[in-house]
Every structure is written in structure tokens, then in C-alpha cells.
């Protein structure tokens, strides 16, 4: 059975960092692209970063480059999400993704997890 379960996300203040953690179970973790997405009240779930499986392919959204890093450790099943100078507009539910490709679209991904809070202060 697929999991994937995200951990690091909480209260932060305006320019400070985060790093959220997905640990993926019941697959071949490196056979897979895994993606964040984010969703904020009110607001449709956005793609922010993405990982091809061997690392080689990152992509970014506009708002987050520069200041956020996807990276992975195949070796523990795991992919991160480095957030930086971080601002109340990233406030939002953070999602990991397990996909065909990196890709900047939800229907790339096929399995999801249950999300982690991030609320970043002014």
C-alpha cells in the first residue's frame, strides 16, 4: 500500500525557514518523480517544486524559486522541501506526490499524502 507521510510543517515568522520531510512507503521510491503542491484556504492546490527520480530534473514554481530546494534521498525514501525567507503568502497545506514525471501539474501524480501545516507570520 502506497504512504506517503509529510512531517516538519509549523508556526514560523516571516523570513525564517522550514524543512518539510516525506517518507514514502509501499513502492520503489526511486522508480518515481515526487512533487510538493500546496493549498491555501480558499484557494485551488498549486505545484510547487517537483524531482525526477534520479534528481537530474527540478522544476520550480515562479513564487518559490530562489527560495525553496527540493532534494531526495532515494536511500531513505525520502524527499525534502528546503523552504527559505519564507512570507505569509506561503501559508497554505503542503502536499507530497508520487508521479510518472516532473511535471507542474496534480494529474501527473498519482498518489498523495495527508498534507502538513505551514503558517508563516507577519
Known amino acids: 500500500q502506497v504512504q506517503l507521510v509529510e512531517s516538519g510543517g509549523g508556526l514560523v515568522q516571516a523570513g525564517g525557514s522550514l524543512r518539510l520531510s516525506c517518507a514514502a512507503s509501499?513502492?520503489?521510491?526511486?522508480?518515481?518523480?515526487m512533487g510538493w503542491f500546496r493549498q491555501a484556504p480558499g484557494k485551488e492546490r498549486e505545484f510547487v517544486a517537483a524531482i525526477s527520480r534520479g534528481s537530474r530534473v527540478i522544476d520550480y514554481a515562479d513564487s518559490v524559486k530562489g527560495r525553496f530546494t527540493i532534494s531526495r534521498d532515494n536511500a531513505k525514501n525520502t524527499v525534502y522541501l528546503q523552504m527559505n525567507s519564507l512570507k505569509p503568502d506561503d501559508t497554505a497545506v503542503y502536499y507530497c506526490?508520487?508521479?510518472?514525471?516532473?511535471?507542474?501539474?496534480?494529474?501527473?501524480?498519482?498518489?498523495w499524502g495527508q498534507g502538513t501545516q505551514v503558517t508563516v507570520s507577519s
Open positions: 506526490a508520487a508521479g510518472r514525471a516532473v511535471a507542474g501539474t496534480s494529474s501527473a501524480f498519482d498518489s
Open positions: 509501499g513502492f520503489v521510491f526511486s522508480s518515481w518523480a
